[in-house]
Structures are given as structure tokens and as C-alpha cells.
């Protein structure tokens, strides 16, 4: 099930996973406004919802993670240890990749560190810094993940301070 926010929901029967990440029995899950999330389970299951205005959801069949997802999780896990990058186009679905990826991590007990270089559009921290943290329980949404550092920037857009986001990168 694909639910779009402004949006809530609640599991009340069953077993389902959110990009890899349990979902806890009455636990209710936020959707942001013009957010998603994706919710997979493999048996059936009860859960309660409320929308907002514009909100909508869509039964799949079928896993709600793209099976491209899953082969390029499974080929950066190959690599143990090394740092990725994710990069794409605005609204491709970078954060949730990463969210994705995360929950991976910590299913195999070794969570992962991120860093988020996006300054207008932020996920970690405010916009105009670049922020790390790191990601060592399951996360609903990347904007979970506890920030430890900031870098300030100063700027939402990389096009004229290119090289003090670079230094901000190499200095976190």
C-alpha cells in the first residue's frame, strides 16, 4: 500500500514493513504532506487510517520496494564498509533510497552514517548547512536520523558556493 499525505496510519492486526523497517503494533505513522510511504506486508493485516485534505493511498501488489532498489542496495552492502553516494534529479526519491538503505543496515546490526549535502532541500538538518549522522535504528523517513554535526553554508543553492560545499563534505 502506497499512502500520500497529509496522512496517518496505524497498525492494528498483522505484520508489515515500511522500506525494510518493522512496524510495531499501534505504533501510528506520520505522512507528511505531498510525502509518501510505502507500506509492505506479506499476510494480511488491519490498519487504521486518516487523510487530510489531497491524501490518497493505492493497493499494490506486490513489494513496495522496486527491485532496482534492491539490487543496488545489495551490490553497495557487497561493498561493506565503503562510502556511496546517491545523487539524482529533485523529488527521484534520493532520501527514501537512503532511508531504504539504512534500514538494511541496521537489520544487519551495523547501521550507517549519513551524510545529507542537499541545502535547500535538507533532510538531516536546516536548509543552507550540510549535516551527519548516523542511522543505527529502523527510520520511517530519513529526517529521522539524529544529526551529530552541522556545517553551515549559508546558501540554498550550491551554484555559487560550490567550493565551501565541497570543503563542508570533505570537513564532516
Same mark, same amino acid.
Given at each position: ?73 545489495? =551490490?553497495? #552492502? ?6 556511496? *553516494?546517491?545523487?539524482? @534529479?529533485? %523529488?527521484? &526519491?534520493? +532520501? ?5 538503505? =539504512?534500514? #538494511? ?6 547501521? *550507517?552514517?549519513?551524510? @545529507?549535502? %542537499?541545502? &535547500?532541500? +535538507? ?50
Amino acid at each position: 500500500m502506497l499512502i500520500s499525505g497529509p496522512a496517518s496510519a496505524k497498525l492494528v492486526e498483522g505484520t508489515a514493513t515500511i522500506l525494510g523497517a518493522p512496524i510495531k503494533s499501534g505504533e501510528r505513522i506520520i505522512v507528511g504532506e505531498d510525502k509518501q510511504v510505502p507500506i509492505f506486508a506479506s499476510e494480511d493485516l488491519t490498519i487504521e487510517c486518516e487523510f487530510g485534505e489531497h491524501a490518497s493511498y493505492l493497493e499494490v501488489d506486490g513489494d513496495t520496494v522496486p527491485t532496482s532498489w534492491k539490487e543496488a542496495a545489495d =551490490a553497495i #552492502l557487497e561493498l561493506d564498509g565503503s562510502k556511496s *553516494i546517491v545523487i539524482g @534529479d529533485v %523529488d527521484t &526519491g534520493k +532520501s527514501t533510497f537512503c532511508t531504504y538503505l =539504512a534500514n #538494511l543496515n541496521v537489520r544487519r546490526g551495523t547501521g *550507517i552514517r549519513v551524510l @545529507d549535502a %542537499d541545502i &535547500g532541500q +535538507s533532510d538531516l538538518g536546516p536548509p543552507t548547512t550540510i549535516s551527519l549522522g548516523f542511522a543505527n535504528e529502523y527510520l520511517t523517513n530519513l529526517s529521522s536520523v539524529k544529526v551529530d554535526r552541522m556545517f553551515f553554508v549559508g546558501y540554498t543553492s550550491p551554484s555559487s558556493v560550490t567550493e565551501k560545499v565541497l570543503f563542508g563534505i570533505r570537513k564532516l
